[in-house]
């Protein structure tokens, strides 16, 4: 429960601190005066982020305290031990003009992550926002699960995370496959391209020379024949000549050792014309240049050339580069009987899940049943007669975190016209009341101590506005409650009476907040009931506080 809040520094609100107590609060207070900067210093409490633009004065630091007391179960005995919590929480909150935040427990420096964790279920904070959310059909299963045994969604999810954490595995596992798969296709058609082509570097070294001889054959054997001309078949030829003259030195070579050098030296010089008129001969006797082997040639080349351009400067490196894949391939291990053992243990958690899934909805739709029975019943009490609502539900094709369903709220407010998704039928009050309808329904089940409803009474007067707050202090006698609202009856119901002015202190307006007396609260009735204090609006004042239920 909320005993204390303080504010200082926020928006309109220069310095206000607020007392409450047990059963219904009520504010109230005219338009503009800061009813709702109450409810923004409350959720500052709670761990919401700051607007800058909340600041009052920039030269100042926004300081939000409240003390809460309970017993606090939802904390761990580490967490407790820390701040010294027992039965009462003093949180305290400072930000300054750069937005820096100082977070106390107890008067124990804190993080905003710790205070959120403290302070989670203090309070449920209810107004437009809280209404968007009963019209988004996404929420409406979150509403539903209030009313059901939360086990039941604690075994599902349990059951549907080892589902999820398995397929994910199983999942990554054959993405890897897949991709091993791909990697064994590439690197198979490497090593082939490499191995099909036979690489012999030494010969494969003198491709380039082949190729040449190849493509300028006719102009070797031109060269070759006139060669062979000058050095063994012309009348006159070098070969001839040498010889004659290598027998008359070598028949003198005895006389001295230069001539001995001179016959020898013509002696290799006739050995050397005889191989190479030996290989010129050779020459002449090749066929002439053959086209398909001069292009086996080039396209042996041009491969060559590729393979070296994509795995290594030389043949030598494409070589290694090929023994590289072969072990590459040899150390590639795809273990099938393992993949089917896991897709097996997937799709045996995926059957668990889904029966607890099946439980877990199955539940629901009990729950459902009894929640709309309440709920009409509430409605009715609430001026909605002969109201229908029920919950809708829609499978999914898939398992999910919500379990394979989604809800949704129909109703019908006017007899004769089927249910509809309540987004679309149900005008402000009407929501008004469903949203207040719910509230009271879970109010048994629901931890939380403290309910703020802002301005839950919109769109609703006359009879309707009694029945609420009606509805509001039945509510309050299980919990706190606190209620910003404009309707008089409402405020006439509360256990204590806050009122909001505004006025103008400087060049700045300021509001100051009360807690009424009981001759207080007549005035302040009246003024909502008439615009103005008069002796009517002064008695209708006295009865709404002599009329209201026992709450009071």
């Given at each position: 429960m909320l005993n204390m809040l303080r504010v200082e520094n926020l928006s309109v609100i220069e310095s206000a601190t607020v007392e409450f107590g047990e059963g219904l609060n009520i504010i109230t207070g005219e338009t503009g005066a800061g009813k709702s900067v109450f409810i923004g210093a409350l959720k500052l409490l709670l761990g919401e982020r700051f607007t800058r633009t909340l600041l009052r004065d920039e030269e100042k630091k926004l300081v939000v305290e409240g003390v809460f007391n309970g017993d606090f179960s939802h904390l761990s005995a580490d967490t407790k031990e820390q701040f010294e919590i027992e039965d009462e929480v003093i949180i305290r909150r400072e930000i300054d003009s750069a937005g820096k935040n100082r977070v106390y427990l107890n008067g124990k420096l804190a993080t905003v992550v710790q205070l959120k964790e403290v302070a989670e279920g203090f309070a449920d904070i209810h107004g437009q926002?809280?209404?968007?959310?009963?019209?988004?059909?996404?929420?409406?299963?979150?509403?539903?699960?209030?009313?059901?045994?939360?086990?039941?969604?604690?075994?599902?999810?349990?059951?549907?995370?080892?589902?999820?954490?398995?397929?994910?595995?199983?999942?990554?596992?054959?993405?890897?496959?897949?991709?091993?798969?791909?990697?064994?296709?590439?690197?198979?058609?490497q090593l082939n391209e490499i191995e099909s082509i036979r690489i012999d570097p030494a010969a494969d070294e003198r491709l380039e020379e082949k190729i040449k001889m190849l493509s300028h054959m006719e102009k070797i054997r031109e060269a070759a024949a006139t060669s062979l001309n000058y050095l063994k078949d012309g009348e006159v030829n070098a070969s001839e000549l040498i010889g004659n003259a290598s027998s008359l030195m070598a028949s003198v070579a005895d006389y001295g050792a230069e001539l001995a050098s001179a016959a020898e030296s013509l002696a290799e010089a006739a050995y050397k014309i005889s191989d190479v008129t030996a290989f010129l001969e050779k020459m002449l006797d090749m066929q002439e240049l053959d086209p398909e082997e001069l292009n086996r040639f080039m396209d042996r080349k041009f491969r060559l050339a590729n393979l070296m351009k994509k795995y290594g400067g030389t043949l030598e490196e494409v070589i290694l580069h090929g023994q590289a894949i072969k072990e590459r391939l040899d150390n590639l291990f795809l273990d099938e009987d393992a993949m089917s053992k896991m897709e097996k243990e997937v799709t045996s958690l995926y059957d668990e899940a889904l029966k607890k899934a099946d439980k877990l909805n199955t539940a629901r739709k009990k729950a459902a049943e009894k929640l709309s029975s309440e709920i009409v019943k509430n409605l009715n009490e609430l001026e909605l007669r002969n109201s229908v609502f029920n919950l809708e539900f829609f499978p999914q094709d898939e398992l999910d975190e919500l379990g394979g369903i989604r809800a949704e709220f129909y109703i019908s407010t006017n007899p004769g016209f089927p249910p509809a998704p309540l987004a679309r039928v149900a005008s402000g009050g009407e929501i008004s009341r469903v949203m207040l309808s719910l509230k009271d329904v879970f109010a048994e089940s629901d931890k939380v101590g403290t309910l703020v409803f802002d301005e839950i009474d919109t769109g609703i007067s006359g009879k309707t506005a009694k029945q609420v707050a009606k509805k509001l202090g039945s509510i309050a006698r299980g919990k706190q409650v606190i209620v910003i609202t404009h309707l008089p009856v409402v405020a006439a119901e509360g256990n204590r009476h806050f009122h909001i002015s505004k006025g103008t202190y400087g060049d700045k307006a300021r509001t100051d907040v009360k807690e009424l007396s009981a001759y207080e609260r007549e005035e302040v009735l009246a003024l909502m009931i008439a615009g103005e204090k008069t002796p009517s609006s002064i008695e209708q004042a006295k009865e709404l506080l002599t009329g209201r239920g026992d709450n009071a």
């Amino acid at each position: 429960m909320l005993n204390m809040l303080r504010v200082e520094n926020l928006s309109v609100i220069e310095s206000a601190t607020v007392e409450f107590g047990e059963g219904l609060n009520i504010i109230t207070g005219e338009t503009g005066a800061g009813k709702s900067v109450f409810i923004g210093a409350l959720k500052l409490l709670l761990g919401e982020r700051f607007t800058r633009t909340l600041l009052r004065d920039e030269e100042k630091k926004l300081v939000v305290e409240g003390v809460f007391n309970g017993d606090f179960s939802h904390l761990s005995a580490d967490t407790k031990e820390q701040f010294e919590i027992e039965d009462e929480v003093i949180i305290r909150r400072e930000i300054d003009s750069a937005g820096k935040n100082r977070v106390y427990l107890n008067g124990k420096l804190a993080t905003v992550v710790q205070l959120k964790e403290v302070a989670e279920g203090f309070a449920d904070i209810h107004g437009q926002h809280e209404h968007q959310r009963l019209l988004n059909p996404a929420c409406h299963i979150e509403f539903l699960d209030s009313a059901v045994d939360g086990r039941f969604k604690a075994d599902y999810l349990e059951a549907y995370g080892r589902y999820q954490e398995k397929r994910k595995k199983f999942e990554n596992i054959r993405s890897d496959i897949t991709r091993t798969l791909k990697e064994k296709d590439i690197l198979e058609f490497q090593l082939n391209e490499i191995e099909s082509i036979r690489i012999d570097p030494a010969a494969d070294e003198r491709l380039e020379e082949k190729i040449k001889m190849l493509s300028h054959m006719e102009k070797i054997r031109e060269a070759a024949a006139t060669s062979l001309n000058y050095l063994k078949d012309g009348e006159v030829n070098a070969s001839e000549l040498i010889g004659n003259a290598s027998s008359l030195m070598a028949s003198v070579a005895d006389y001295g050792a230069e001539l001995a050098s001179a016959a020898e030296s013509l002696a290799e010089a006739a050995y050397k014309i005889s191989d190479v008129t030996a290989f010129l001969e050779k020459m002449l006797d090749m066929q002439e240049l053959d086209p398909e082997e001069l292009n086996r040639f080039m396209d042996r080349k041009f491969r060559l050339a590729n393979l070296m351009k994509k795995y290594g400067g030389t043949l030598e490196e494409v070589i290694l580069h090929g023994q590289a894949i072969k072990e590459r391939l040899d150390n590639l291990f795809l273990d099938e009987d393992a993949m089917s053992k896991m897709e097996k243990e997937v799709t045996s958690l995926y059957d668990e899940a889904l029966k607890k899934a099946d439980k877990l909805n199955t539940a629901r739709k009990k729950a459902a049943e009894k929640l709309s029975s309440e709920i009409v019943k509430n409605l009715n009490e609430l001026e909605l007669r002969n109201s229908v609502f029920n919950l809708e539900f829609f499978p999914q094709d898939e398992l999910d975190e919500l379990g394979g369903i989604r809800a949704e709220f129909y109703i019908s407010t006017n007899p004769g016209f089927p249910p509809a998704p309540l987004a679309r039928v149900a005008s402000g009050g009407e929501i008004s009341r469903v949203m207040l309808s719910l509230k009271d329904v879970f109010a048994e089940s629901d931890k939380v101590g403290t309910l703020v409803f802002d301005e839950i009474d919109t769109g609703i007067s006359g009879k309707t506005a009694k029945q609420v707050a009606k509805k509001l202090g039945s509510i309050a006698r299980g919990k706190q409650v606190i209620v910003i609202t404009h309707l008089p009856v409402v405020a006439a119901e509360g256990n204590r009476h806050f009122h909001i002015s505004k006025g103008t202190y400087g060049d700045k307006a300021r509001t100051d907040v009360k807690e009424l007396s009981a001759y207080e609260r007549e005035e302040v009735l009246a003024l909502m009931i008439a615009g103005e204090k008069t002796p009517s609006s002064i008695e209708q004042a006295k009865e709404l506080l002599t009329g209201r239920g026992d709450n009071a």
